[in-house]
């Protein structure tokens, strides 16, 4: 009996500190999303073009943040594990070093992506009467993007230690000062001019520079564990530090830009297709964007739990917390899923007044929710091998699926077999379902070999 209320106890112990972190990550992104989905509902007044001309800069831009992406998922990696370790000096060597590098490539490849916006946007769009809005907005973005990508390896090392309320807290002061900012030169209220697109990128870009110094009060101020002391000096990085983050983070940026090449291919494709219909295709990824939103919360969970347990030598909670990461992330798919199939009508008649378009948008939002189920699960197992350090089986199962099955299937469905945009649909639900179901086999087959001297695993 005792040791059966001991178990008990233990297990709300996990679940209590899983929710604490997942719940404030959660929270995080969606924030993030709404904030995306304030921006198209403030940008719609000025028409779908411009609601076009906004979302297809998204991909081209996520094809370039690839690799601070990469830096920030390294740094969750190395610092989560430092932790377990209770190793202080080793998080923030590793820390100090990841966000050197960040600045320096930001400041690069900020001024290059700005000063060559207008090929880079013809080269990855052909909605040619967009165009001019797309290029102003993706300057203003890429010239200042070095606010995003310090917000990011700043946020990812705090998840790492499961500092989530404070990313949390990050977001909220970002959506406040994009809102008003938005609100401010969007049509123009209070004075200020009406910018349309470029005021909606100068207000992302504020938001961001809030988000950013949010994040650096509290590590000068309040942080014990990592600290930005020091960041500053000449460098005293080891060999074998620099060593461990060009290995992880090579295999980490090939996963992130094998990814967003094929995100990138199918938003070529899917700009061949008239606005109207690429219109209401952008708003349902809204509706995934929120699935992404719950999946990045779960994530960030599972790689700082099972990046401690690994850390501290406890394999056999690594196991726990994945099987924990799957239970919680199927229930909150599958609520997920009946939400956005019970209030489809609602959600696109915020967007469009036009019958056709609402329809259509509802019959979206079925295979949106298919793609929910997968899509969660997916990132579950995915993060459960980045906790144990494992980047090299992501990268060959984001390469299969989202690099070669996504484009090539919606290639032949929309331009061979004209299926227009049922065609990108079905090719997503190919490549994600291909994916999801690897990532299953893989990632049990990851945790089992780390774990192989724990008894009960089943």
Request: hydrophobic content about 45%; glycine content about 10%.
């Given at each position: 009996m005792k040791?059966?209320?001991?178990?008990?106890?233990?297990?709300?112990?996990?679940?209590?500190?899983?929710?604490?972190?997942?719940?404030?990550?959660?929270?995080?992104?969606?924030?993030?999303?709404?904030?995306?989905?304030?921006?198209?509902?403030?940008?719609?007044?000025?028409?779908?073009?411009?609601?076009?001309?906004?979302?297809i800069t998204t991909q081209p831009k996520l094809l370039f943040l690839a690799i601070f992406y990469a830096l920030g998922t390294a740094s969750?990696?190395?610092?989560?594990?430092?932790?377990?370790?209770?190793?202080?000096?080793?998080?923030?060597?590793?820390?100090?070093?990841?966000?050197?590098?960040?600045?320096?490539?930001?400041?690069i490849i900020g001024a290059g992506l700005a000063l060559f916006a207008s090929p880079v946007m013809r080269l990855f769009s052909s909605q040619f009467e967009t165009m001019a809005e797309s290029v102003s907005f993706f300057r203003i973005i890429m010239g200042f993007i070095l606010f995003q990508n310090v917000s990011i390896v700043l946020n990812a090392a705090l998840r790492g230690i499961g500092e989530t309320k404070v990313t949390f807290i990050s977001s909220i002061f970002m959506g406040v000062f994009d809102i008003l900012v938005n609100y401010l030169l969007i049509e123009g209220h209070?004075?200020?001019?009406?910018?349309?697109?470029?005021?909606?990128?100068?207000?992302?870009?504020?938001?961001?520079?809030?988000?950013?110094?949010?994040s650096i009060f509290f590590l000068i101020r309040h942080s014990d564990f990592l600290s930005l002391k020091g960041i500053v000096k000449k460098s005293t990085t080891r060999q074998n530090t620099l060593q461990n983050i060009c290995s992880k983070v090579g295999n980490l940026i090939f996963e992130n830009m094998f990814t967003r090449i094929g995100f990138l291919i199918s938003s070529i494709i899917i700009s061949g297709l008239n606005a109207d219909a690429t219109a209401v295709y952008f708003v349902t990824m809204i509706l995934l964007?929120?699935?992404?939103?719950?999946?990045?919360?779960?994530?960030?969970?599972?790689?700082?739990?099972?990046?401690?347990?690994?850390?501290?030598?406890?394999?056999?909670?690594?196991?726990?917390?994945?099987?924990?990461?799957?239970?919680i992330g199927s229930m909150v798919s599958v609520c997920l899923s009946a939400v956005y199939i019970l209030g489809a009508?609602?959600?696109?008649?915020?967007?469009?007044?036009?019958?056709?378009s609402i329809l259509r948008g509802t019959q979206y939002s079925y295979v949106a929710a298919i793609l929910t189920v997968m899509q969660i699960l997916r990132i579950v197992n995915i993060a459960a091998m980045r906790g144990v350090g494992e980047v090299k089986i992501p990268r060959t199962l984001a390469s299969i699926s989202v690099l070669i099955i996504n484009p090539t299937v919606s290639f032949l469905l929309t331009k061979i077999f004209t299926f227009g945009v049922w065609g990108i649909w079905i090719a997503s639900l190919l490549s994600q379902g291909i994916w999801c179901l690897m990532s299953f086999i893989k990632g049990d087959s990851c945790i089992r070999s780390i774990v192989s001297n724990a008894d009960g695993w089943a």
């Open positions: 040791k059966r209320i001991e178990k008990t106890k233990m297990e709300q112990n996990r679940v209590k500190q899983f929710s604490g972190i997942a719940i404030p990550a959660i929270l995080e992104s969606i924030v993030g999303v709404l904030i995306t989905s304030i921006d198209t509902k403030m940008i719609s007044p000025l028409g779908k073009g411009a609601i076009s001309a906004v979302s969750s990696i190395f610092v989560s594990q430092a932790m377990g370790r209770n190793n202080r000096d080793e998080a923030n060597e590793y820390f100090h070093t990841i966000l050197r590098i960040c600045v320096f490539l930001s400041v209070w004075g200020f001019p009406a910018m349309g697109v470029s005021g909606d990128a100068i207000g992302t870009v504020s938001g961001m520079a809030a988000s950013c110094a949010v964007n929120y699935t992404f939103a719950f999946g990045d919360g779960l994530q960030s969970a599972v790689v700082s739990l099972i990046g401690r347990s690994l850390g501290a030598g406890d394999l056999n909670e690594i196991r726990v917390y994945l099987r924990m990461g799957r239970v009508h609602c959600f696109f008649g915020l967007y469009f007044s036009d019958t056709d």
